[in-house]
């Protein structure tokens, strides 16, 4: 087995100490890469609304900067010094751009957090973890976040 590429797409509302100890572990036991992704909702979803004075293009910059924030201190604690990492930032829909990256950047393997979501949550809002398992090129290993 040769992993030497791991993505780990990262909830800023909901990262996770434990997701970030199993990305560090296989990526030092393997000598591997971690790619720290994010995905951003786009914001031209909100075009239709009738909102004045705001421009859709400063509030996807402003997002975009507390992503790169986050998620620069979210590396410094966890992966600084000890792992080779690169972060990511892409705009859309999760699940897709997650799928669309494996090929791109030639993944070996992704470990990402799981809500662990069921029942009428899960019927209605669907599982990030569980399209991307679906639509996958490579292994993926999950770990339940709270």
Do not use: W
Request: include cysteine; proline fraction near 3%.
């Amino acid at each position: 087995m040769d992993i030497k590429k791991i993505l780990v797409p990262i909830d800023i509302a909901h990262s996770s100490e434990l997701l970030a100890q199993y990305a560090r572990t296989i990526a030092e036991k393997f000598d591997a890469r971690l790619i720290v992704m994010y995905v951003a909702r786009d914001v031209e979803d909100l075009e239709g609304l009738q909102v004045p004075h705001i421009s859709l293009e400063k509030v996807k910059e402003e997002i975009l900067d507390f992503a790169r924030a986050e998620l620069a201190v979210f590396c410094d604690t966890h992966f600084a010094g000890g792992v080779e990492y690169e972060v990511l930032i892409r705009t859309g829909s999760a699940y897709r751009e997650i799928n669309a990256v494996i090929p791109e950047l030639k993944i070996d393997l992704v470990v990402m957090g799981t809500h662990g979501t069921t029942g009428l949550d899960r019927f209605f809002f669907g599982s990030t973890a569980e399209r991307v398992l679906r639509g996958a090129l490579c292994p993926v290993l999950t770990v339940k976040i709270t």
